[in-house]
C-alpha cells in the first residue's frame, strides 16, 4: 500500500540519516566554510540583502561538502531590525515555531535544516531584562538589552547554542551580568567552543574554556579592524591559533576600505589550511577546508590556499609605537650585514640576532625602501574606550622612513616599497615573568599582510629557574625573506595579576611564588623523580 511505501522511504531516510552521523563521527577530520562577507549597509532592508546573500552561500556548491559553516560578526542585521532568540536549553526550531522571531532568524533556521548543517551567525539580539531577574542592574527604558550574540543551528535547524560577546569594541550594546562560557556538541564527534572578535585578547572566554574544559575547536566571527605591525586580522588568528594549538574557523568581515577583512581555518601548530585577506573592496565568499581532529595528532596534507594582496585599497589602524623603546637598523641598500644585541625597557629586554644579504641585481635608482626597527614594550596595550590588556612584545617591524612616527603604516596606493635586504637569519631571545594566566604568541607578518607558515619559523617555549620562561623564536635555516612587515613575539599578559616580579612580597606570596623554581617546573621534577624513586626501591628488593 501507499501508507507502507511511506513508512519504508522514512526508514531508509532515517538509517541514512543515522549512517551519515556515524561516518561523519568516525572520520579523523571534518570539513567546515568560513564566509568572507561583504554586508549590505545603506539601504533601509539591508538585512533582507544579507540574508539572501547568507542562503545562497549555504546552499553553493562550494558549501556542499561542509559539516559546519561559520558567517562573520555583524554582517547580517543591526540595532533597527534587532531578535530574539531562544534559549538552547529549550531546543526550539524556529523553522518549524518561529512567531516569536524576526523572518531572518527563521529562515537561517530553515537554511540550516534544508542543507543539513551546522550554521554559525552573529547578530544583534535583543532581550527583555525580565528575562534575567539575577541581574541587579539598572535596564533601559524600553525594557530590553541589545547584546553581540552568536547563534548555533544544528542541522535540524534548532537553535543549539548562544554565547554573547564579553569585550565589546566601542559598541553601544550590553554585556550579560556575568561573562558566558559557551560550548556546543556536533554529531561528527568535536565540541566548539566560540568567542568574537575582541575575545581573542583575553583570557575569558577562549583561553579560559581551554585551560578550564580542554577546548581543541573554536569558532570565531569577527568584525576585526586591523592594526599595524602587530594585530592584522589573519596574523592574529593564526598565531593564536598556533599558541594554543587548536583549530580555530575564524570567519571575518570584508570591507578593507574601513580596515576589516580576514578570514582562515587554522589548524594549531600546522598552521593554516586556508586564509584570506582582502585589499579591494571586500567579498562574499566561502573558505573551505577539512579540518584535522585534534585528537587524532595525524597530519593530513595541507594545501596552500592563502590569497595574496592585489592592491592597497587599505584602512590600516597603527598601534602607538612612540612609546616603545626601539632602535633603528642600519641597513645599506645593496650590501651584506648583520646586527646582534640587545635592547630594553626598563627591566624588560629583546635580545636579537640578526643578518641579511643584498638582493640580486642592480640597485634601483628613485625605489622606495622600507627602514627597519627593532622594538620593546612592556605596559598597557594604548586602545581608546575599549577593554585593555597588559602586554610584553619584542620585536622587529617595517617603517616607510627612518622616524618612528612612520612606522606601522601601509604606503600609499601606487607606492610599492622594497626591501633594502633579503633577511637571512631573524632570532629573538626573550625571557618572560611566569603569570596566572599569559600567552606568548608568535607574531609576524609580510607585506600581502599574511603571516609566516610554520614551516618557515622555529619556537622553542622552556621554563627556567625562578618562575621564567626563555622564548627562541627565529627564521628556519632553510628560508630567506624579503618585504617583512614583522617579526615579534607577541606576549600577552591580560590583567597582569599574578605576574611573577609584579606586586609586594606578600602578593608574591599569596600568587604562590616561592624558592627559586617555578611551580610548573617543581611539578616537573616531581614527575620525572618518582620513577627513579621507584626504580631505586626495585634495586634494593
Avoid at 585528537?295 to 595541507?302: K, Y
Avoid at 621554563?463 to 624579503?482: G, M, R, W
Avoid at 606578600?506 to 624513586?533: D, F, H, M
Amino acid at each position: 500500500t501507499n501508507m507502507d511505501l511511506e513508512r519504508l522511504l522514512l526508514l531508509f531516510l532515517m538509517q541514512g540519516f543515522i549512517f551519515s552521523m556515524s561516518y561523519s563521527a568516525g572520520l579523523d577530520y571534518y570539513t567546515a566554510g568560513v564566509v568572507e562577507f561583504r554586508q549590505s549597509i545603506l539601504s533601509l532592508d539591508a538585512w533582507s540583502e544579507n540574508l539572501e546573500a547568507y542562503v545562497e552561500i549555504i546552499h553553493s556548491e562550494n558549501a556542499s561538502a561542509t559539516d559546519i559553516i561559520v558567517f562573520p560578526e555583524s554582517t547580517l542585521n543591526a540595532l533597527g531590525s534587532t531578535t530574539f532568540v531562544p534559549q538552547p536549553e529549550d531546543n526550539i526550531n524556529p523553522c518549524l515555531n518561529g512567531s516569536h522571531y524576526e523572518e531572518f532568524l527563521v529562515t537561517l533556521s530553515c537554511a540550516a535544516r534544508n542543507a543539513s548543517k551546522y550554521i554559525v551567525i552573529n547578530l544583534t539580539e535583543k532581550q527583555k531584562c525580565e528575562d534575567t531577574p539575577d541581574d541587579p542592574r539598572p535596564c533601559a527604558s524600553n525594557g530590553l538589552n541589545i547584546f553581540n550574540t552568536n547563534v548555533v543551528f544544528d542541522r535540524q535547524g534548532v537553535v543549539v547554542s548562544r554565547y554573547r560577546k564579553v569585550h565589546l569594541y566601542a559598541e553601544s550594546k550590553n554585556l550579560t551580568y556575568l561573562p558566558e562560557l559557551v560550548t556546543f556538541e556536533t554529531d561528527f564527534g568535536v565540541t566548539f567552543g566560540q568567542f568574537i572578535c575582541f575575545d581573542i585578547l583575553f583570557y575569558t572566554p577562549a583561553h579560559q574554556l581551554i585551560v578550564e574544559q580542554g577546548i581543541t575547536d573554536f569558532v570565531y566571527p569577527t568584525m576585526w579592524f586591523s592594526q599595524l605591525p602587530f594585530l592584522t586580522a589573519v596574523q592574529i588568528q593564526q598565531g593564536w591559533a598556533y599558541a594554543q594549538n587548536v583549530n580555530l574557523l575564524a570567519a571575518g568581515a570584508s570591507r578593507p576600505s574601513v580596515g576589516s577583512t580576514g578570514s582562515g581555518i587554522f589548524h594549531g601548530r600546522q598552521g593554516s589550511l586556508t586564509s584570506v585577506m582582502r585589499h579591494d573592496i571586500g567579498e562574499r565568499a566561502i573558505y573551505v577546508a577539512q579540518v584535522p581532529k585534534i585528537t587524532c595528532r595525524s597530519r593530513r596534507s595541507l594545501q596552500d590556499t592563502r590569497r595574496m594582496a592585489t592592491s592597497t585599497n587599505f584602512y590600516m589602524m597603527r598601534d602607538a609605537l612612540e612609546i616603545y623603546q626601539t632602535q633603528l637598523l642600519q641597513l645599506d641598500i645593496g650590501t651584506n650585514g648583520s646586527s646582534s644585541g640587545q635592547i630594553c625597557q626598563d627591566s624588560f629586554c629583546c635580545n636579537y640576532d640578526l643578518a641579511w644579504r643584498a638582493p640580486e641585481g642592480p640597485v634601483a635608482t628613485n625605489a622606495k625602501y622600507y627602514s627597519y626597527r627593532v622594538g620593546v614594550y612592556e605596559g598597557v596595550r594604548k586602545d581608546q574606550n575599549v577593554d585593555t590588556n597588559y602586554i610584553r612584545n619584542c620585536g622587529l617591524f617595517a617603517c616607510l622612513g627612518s622616524e618612528i612616527e612612520q612606522c606601522g603604516l601601509l604606503p600609499e596606493e601606487g607606492v610599492s616599497p622594497q626591501s633594502p635586504v633579503i633577511f637571512t637569519r631573524l632570532a629573538l631571545k626573550v625571557t618572560y615573568p611566569e603569570s596566572r594566566h599569559f600567552l606568548l604568541i608568535p607574531d609576524t607578518l609580510m607585506d600581502n599582510l599574511l603571516p609566516l607558515e610554520p614551516q618557515q619559523f622555529e619556537w622553542s617555549q622552556s621554563i627556567k629557574e625562578s618562575y621564567q620562561h626563555e622564548v627562541h623564536f627565529a627564521l628556519a635555516e632553510s628560508q630567506e625573506l624579503d618585504n617583512l612587515l614583522t617579526f615579534a613575539v607577541y606576549g600577552n599578559y591580560y590583567d597582569n595579576e599574578c605576574t611573577f616580579g609584579v606586586g609586594t612580597e606578600a602578593e608574591q606570596l599569596a600568587c604562590g611564588y616561592k624558592g627559586n623554581s617555578s611551580p610548573l617546573r617543581s611539578l616537573g621534577l616531581w614527575l620525572t623523580a618518582v620513577p627513579l624513586i621507584l626504580l631505586g626501591l626495585n634495586w634494593s628488593r
